[in-house]
């Protein structure tokens, strides 16, 4: 699953959040540190890994 970087307006911190995508498209992202949907999404980091063989 992909990780999101979200900045959580009633808390004032960055989170990050594992969710599906389906999960981030119907905006049910939730603030693990204070509950809040009031999250604001960030720009962050994409990592992808392949196989040796390929």
């Given at each position: 699953m992909?990780?999101?970087?979200?900045?959580?307006?009633k808390?004032?911190k960055e989170?990050?959040?594992?969710?599906?995508i389906?999960?981030r498209?119907?905006?049910q992202?939730?603030?693990p540190?204070?509950?809040s949907?009031?999250?604001?999404?960030l720009?962050?980091t994409?990592?992808?890994q392949t196989?040796?063989?390929?």
């Open positions: 992909p990780l999101y970087e979200f900045y959580c307006d808390c004032a989170v990050s959040v594992t969710m599906t389906s999960e498209g119907k905006g992202a939730t603030c540190q204070c509950g949907r009031e999250l604001r999404a720009m962050g994409f990592f992808t196989s040796k063989k390929s």
